[in-house]
């Protein structure tokens, strides 16, 4: 099976400022990689798709590259509403999810 | 608007069975494939099984399972009833989890999930 890392586990920022998020596979999966975000109690929100493409609904804040090993979320602007758990997703082989990176306010 | 309702958690000794259902609507629900996705208690997020919409399969649906669970659930769709099952047997205590249904953005059994249900919470416990 595929196994994703994501890093940092956590992130300590402030508003305003810029995330960077990090998911690597232990082997290639092309560009079929997921981002999704998760607040406390509420059920996962698909962010991006195909690597790249944001979903339908989400702020042009977000966005997402890499292909093969190495991907990234990107939040350009931190806002409130985006501190919050993130998971990335494969599926270039079945399906698997990161262990998560929490994004904290600072 | 797409829902997605899941039920049929509860508290089940281990060895015991449960049938989760997940009632879909505000979609053509033969077109799409579906999930199931756990989370453990203060835990990340694991695919448990899929199965295809009926665009991919004259037979019906193409159905995949974790290894952790393969040999022990079974998902099935009934797509009159706009339902998704997924039958739980010989639960374990690290099946404990709360269980969610998730929507395929197409008929394949492969990809991202683009609605998720609010989820059920199966408790395997003595």
């Known amino acids: 099976d595929i196994v994703l890392t994501q890093s940092p586990g956590t992130l300590s920022l402030s508003p305003g400022e810029r995330g960077t998020l990090s998911c690597r596979a232990s082997?290639?999966?092309?560009?079929?990689l997921a981002w999704y975000q998760q607040k406390p109690g509420q059920a996962p929100r698909l962010l991006i798709y195909?690597?790249?493409s944001r979903a339908t609904g989400i702020p042009d804040r977000f966005s997402g590259s890499g292909s093969g090993t190495d991907f990234t979320l990107t939040i350009s602007t931190l806002e409130p509403e985006d501190f919050a758990l993130y998971y990335c997703q494969q599926y270039g082989s079945s399906l698997t999810f990161g262990g998560g990176t929490k994004v904290e306010i600072k | 608007e797409v829902q997605l309702l899941e039920s049929g958690g509860g508290l089940v000794q281990p060895g015991g069975s449960l049938r989760l259902s997940c009632a879909a609507s505000?979609?053509?629900?033969?077109?799409?494939?579906m999930s199931w996705v756990r989370q453990a208690p203060g835990k990340g997020l694991e695919w448990v099984s899929a199965?295809?919409?009926?665009?991919?399969?004259?037979?019906?649906?193409?159905?995949k399972y974790a290894d952790s669970v393969k040999g022990r659930f079974t998902i099935s769709r009934d797509n009159s009833k706009n339902t998704l099952y997924l039958q739980m047997n010989s639960l374990r205590v690290e099946d404990t989890a709360l269980y969610y249904c998730?929507?395929?953005?197409?008929?394949?059994?492969?990809?991202?999930?683009?609605?998720w249900g609010q989820g059920t919470l199966v408790t395997v416990s003595s």
């Open positions: 505000g979609f053509s629900f033969s077109s799409y494939g």
């Open positions: 195909d690597a790249s």
């Open positions: 082997q290639s999966v092309g560009n079929y």
């Open positions: 998730a929507r395929r953005g197409s008929s394949s059994w492969y990809g991202e999930f683009d609605h």
């Open positions: 199965i295809s919409g009926r665009g991919t399969s004259v037979t019906g649906g193409t159905t």
